[in-house]
């Protein structure tokens, strides 16, 4: 947007000054690095590093880092930079900081001085008012470098000194029993710090002012997005490597070594995805586990999808809008939001009496059902409000009626969206635990023998109903509740399976690995449909 | 004032019975016949399954055969009912869950009053005392521990989910390139896509053992993790939300601002978000919504004791929330317990449903503030 109106007259204008600024920044960055490595024990924080323990070389750091930074604010201040600083670092900064070392004035009164109480709440009050008021009066290169930089220096300090060591331990007292360690506390500090004076390093950088206000928010942000992604990464790249050793256990390639299906011998065998849990298996799996998962999906979207759009078509297409689609609205969006566990609620004491009173696969697909019902709704709603009305009118000008046109222009130009909000809700569903713990499932390990198969089990009874399927009727297992039965049978799980934790991480990975699959499936639809939209 | 506010209403109801006799005047009578039978059909089918009868399936296959005959030769105004039939559906399941849950914990609302000023006043008692004994004598069934459990987790998880979320929403609408975008919006999408019991094996398995040596307590599970997973969890709901909200301000707004040579930021930061703020809180809010009944997490990293923590800001141990409650018993639990998991189901379905009509209020305030016609 505005990078348009930015001159290479201005972004060129690389200055010594700016060049020590970019280190501070670079400087936050190592240290961010470092504490995160240390929080998750990558690093031990009393290991020797060059000679010099760790922790003594944060506290190096963090010194320097602070020093830079308060140098350079003073500097611009005094005149010996050039920057273009704002009157005040503004309300927000001085909140920030008001509370930081509100923390920081409570931490060292009652650790140092040993003072509890109402002193500790005044020192502490008092320290934050000061740290607010130096933020906010001075003009902004003394007010955002001067609180940020303070604290840096004071954290480091106390790393170099020893105050803090790699052995300091602060009891809470609590009735409780917690106390902060330093291999938490050290790290956790140093991330702060480096947080707070990168950012002020990244307004000193953009020299104050408007430019500097950007560069600091933009340096968060952007650190955010990049961290939420990595989140991510980790989580499935964890999960996989956990879990593919236990899914791998025993396979086999070649012809005729897998199962037979329709009637033809499959050339791969992975047990863990082909067998159930008996006595006489060398390797243990999960089948009826997907089996169950795989018919609880087709139920849902049985039962759901055909509601969900039916109502999304007489809501768009011939109710006029006014109370009773709002209420509608209203009821779709409050059914979205309601808990998993309360939908889970609601058929243990609705369905579960209707279907046999037992605990049934049936309960589990209809309760899923409710569950993806409003999402189907709502998608299938705003896929068919985004048909443009010029369509209605040139089909209406033709003479069609209006359930034709709904049928042969409306629904077919909304589909797109439909198809994918349906296989993003399947995603959903099909890892929900919460709302099948209390409809559908049984024990923690189901025999392979007793794999679900709802076709076979159709059969025609003669009393009412008259039809029947035992299948349907019965209690099953499906993946999600699997790997929560997987966790809390703890101990007890050795006797069935020769490694326990390898088994439940290869569950983990499978569940993720079919709810992802769908999610694949749902965004790369609507890539492939947006592309084809933009073509036409 | 009154008699012409009930001469209007009554004004407004002889309008639509006129119409929807013209509308039936318009049909073919044939047409009319087969969707009475069906309405009458489905009437009764459902009342029949609504008492447990399986005699029910008779009436629903003339409802099936009536709109299979209809679907042939009438098929507009059969499609018109079954569309409607399964709108009415729709808000008949929230009906259902309503009336259902509500029922079912009447019991121990009546055996948890306390009189106050001589008056009965039921379920008080769960409210006023902070004791869960299912077991022994005297059985209580207080709701206090696990509301502050809910409190705990929902607390941390906002402090998490709502900054980290909100920025991730301007980074999407308002910063990132193209290219960036198309790389961190189904990240975030996947985020939402993972099972929360993955998260709940994950934290079970990995954090809480770290935590618990990390701070040192006696046992596993701590609120303050918890809070942290469920945090995580919730942030694609804030995400997506906020985002939708930044952007569906008007983009003549954002461009006047820069018109005037402000940078990005200060346009964020002085028009997009002050425009954009009641749909970024109705999104913090639904995300709020999302922890509270965030269940399976909870179930595996707490406790599982109905207790409060001592002191009651003691993040560091996690005892049980309203969610984990109901699935960590529902088990063993049968008559008056059984009843105490419904009442907390009551409480978790009453509060999420008032933060969703809540936000859904506050957005359509917004959108009417932005006058957009969207």
């Not at chain 1, 037992?358 to 709502?378: A, E, Q, R």
Request: hydrophobic share 55%.
């Amino acid at each position: 947007m505005a990078g348009a109106a930015e001159t290479r007259l201005v972004s060129g204008d690389t200055s010594r000054s700016n060049a020590v600024a970019a280190a501070a920044v670079a400087l936050a960055a190592v240290l961010f690095v470092t504490s995160l490595a240390a929080l998750f024990e990558v690093i031990t924080i009393s290991d020797p590093f060059a000679g010099v323990p760790v922790v003594t070389v944060l506290g190096g750091t963090l010194s320097l880092l602070g020093v830079a930074v308060i140098t350079f604010g003073v500097g611009s201040y005094v005149g010996a930079v050039e920057t273009e600083p704002s009157r005040s670092a503004g309300l927000v900064a001085a909140v920030v900081f008001g509370v930081v070392w509100f923390a920081v004035g409570g931490a060292v009164t009652s650790r140092v001085l040993g003072i509890g109480g109402v002193a500790w709440a005044f020192v502490a009050l008092l320290t934050g008012a000061v740290a607010s008021a130096v933020t906010a009066v001075p003009r902004e290169d003394i007010g955002s470098t001067l609180p940020a930089g303070a604290v840096t220096l004071l954290a480091g300090m106390t790393f170099l000194t020893g105050s803090v060591g790699p052995a300091w331990v602060w009891e809470l007292e609590f009735e409780q029993q917690a106390s902060l360690t330093a291999e938490f506390a050290i790290p956790v500090v140093t991330l702060f710090c480096a947080l707070l004076a990168g950012w002020a390093a990244a307004k000193a950088y953009g020299g104050f002012g408007a430019r500097g206000r950007k560069m600091g928010a933009y340096l968060l942000i952007y650190l955010n997005a990049g961290s939420i992604v990595s989140v991510l990464f980790i989580l499935i790249a964890f999960t996989a490597f956990r879990g593919i050793p236990g899914l791998l256990n025993g396979t086999e390639f070649g012809l005729g070594t897998g199962p037979t299906v329709f009637g033809f011998a499959l050339p791969v065998s992975i047990p863990f995805v082909m067998h159930g849990v008996s006595l006489f298996n060398d390797f243990q799996g999960v089948l009826p586990a997907i089996a169950g998962t795989i018919w609880l999906v087709v139920g849902a979207v049985l039962f759901a999808v055909p509601l969900g759009v039916g109502a999304a078509i007489f809501l768009t297409e011939y109710a006029e809008r006014g109370r009773f689609t709002q209420v509608v609205e209203v009821a779709t969006n409050g059914l979205w939001s309601t808990p998993s566990i309360v939908f889970g609620l609601f058929g243990f004491a609705f369905l579960i009496p209707r279907f046999g009173g037992g605990k049934s696969l049936l309960s589990g697909m209809l309760t899923l059902g409710f569950m993806l019902l409003p999402l189907v709704l709502i998608t299938s709603r705003e896929a068919m409000l985004a048909v443009p009305d010029e369509y209605r009118d040139a089909s209406a000008a033709l003479g069609v009626s209006k359930w034709q046109t709904i049928r042969s222009v409306v629904v077919p130009a909304a589909l797109p969206g439909v198809v994918t909000g349906v296989i993003l809700g399947v995603g959903r569903i099909a890892g929900e635990t919460a709302p099948i713990l209390l409809t559908m499932t049984g024990g923690t390990f189901v025999p392979g023998e007793r794999t679900v198969d709802v076709i076979g089990g159709f059969e025609f009874v003669s009393t009412p109903p008259f039809v029947a399927n035992p299948e349907l009727l019965r209690a099953t297992t499906a993946l999600p509740f699997q790997l929560y039965a997987l966790i809390t049978a703890g101990v007890g799980l050795g006797d069935n399976v020769s490694s326990p934790t390898e088994f439940q991480w290869a569950t983990a990975l499978v569940l993720l690995l079919v709810v992802l699959s769908f999610y694949a499936i749902g965004i790369g639809a609507r890539y492939y449909f947006r592309r084809k939209l933009d073509y036409e | 004032m009154i008699g012409t506010q009930v001469l209007a209403a009554r004004n407004a109801v002889t309008q639509q019975v006129r119409a929807l006799s013209n509308f039936i005047e318009d049909q073919d009578p044939t047409a009319l016949a087969v969707v009475s039978v069906m309405t009458g059909a489905l009437l009764v089918a459902f009342a029949g399954f609504l008492s447990v009868s399986s005699l029910a399936i008779v009436p629903f296959s003339i409802f099936v055969v009536a709109a299979g005959y209809g679907w042939l030769n009438h098929q507009g105004l059969t499609a018109r009912m079954l569309t409607f039939a399964m709108t009415v559906g729709t808000i008949l399941i929230l009906l259902l869950i309503t009336v259902f849950i509500f029922v079912e914990s009447i019991p121990v609302f009546v055996y948890e009053s306390t009189t106050v000023f001589g008056i009965s006043v039921p379920g008080l008692r769960m409210f006023t005392q902070a004791e869960w004994d299912a077991v022994s004598p005297p059985i209580r069934y207080s709701m206090v521990p696990m509301i502050h459990g809910t409190v705990m987790v929902t607390l941390i998880a906002t402090a998490v989910a709502a900054p980290l979320g909100i920025s991730a929403a301007l980074f999407l609408s308002e910063i990132a390139p193209a290219t960036l975008r198309e790389a961190v919006k189904p990240g975030v999408e996947i985020l939402a896509g993972i099972p929360s019991i993955v998260y709940g094996f994950i934290g079970f398995t990995i954090l809480s053992p770290w935590a618990a040596d990390q701070f040192r307590t006696t046992g596993q599970g701590s609120y303050l993790f918890v809070g942290i997973v469920v945090g995580l969890m919730a942030l694609p709901t804030v995400v997506s939300v906020a985002e939708d909200a930044l952007s569906s301000v008007p983009e003549s707004m954002k461009s006047g601002s820069l018109a005037m040579g402000t940078t990005d930021w200060q346009t964020m930061a002085s028009i997009t978000i002050p425009a954009a703020f009641s749909g970024v809180s109705a999104a913090v809010l639904l995300g709020v919504g999302r922890a509270i009944g965030e269940t399976m997490a909870a179930t595996v990293m707490l406790r599982g004791v109905p207790q409060l923590t001592k002191p009651l800001y003691n993040a560091f141990y996690g005892q049980s929330t309203l969610t984990s409650l109901i699935a960590n018993n529902y088990g063993e639990a049968d008559g008056l317990q059984m009843d105490a998991l419904f009442a907390a189901g009551v409480i978790l379905f009453i509060t999420v449903l008032a933060i969703s009509v809540g936000s859904q209020y506050i957005e359509w305030r917004m959108r009417r503030k932005l006058g957009g016609e969207n």
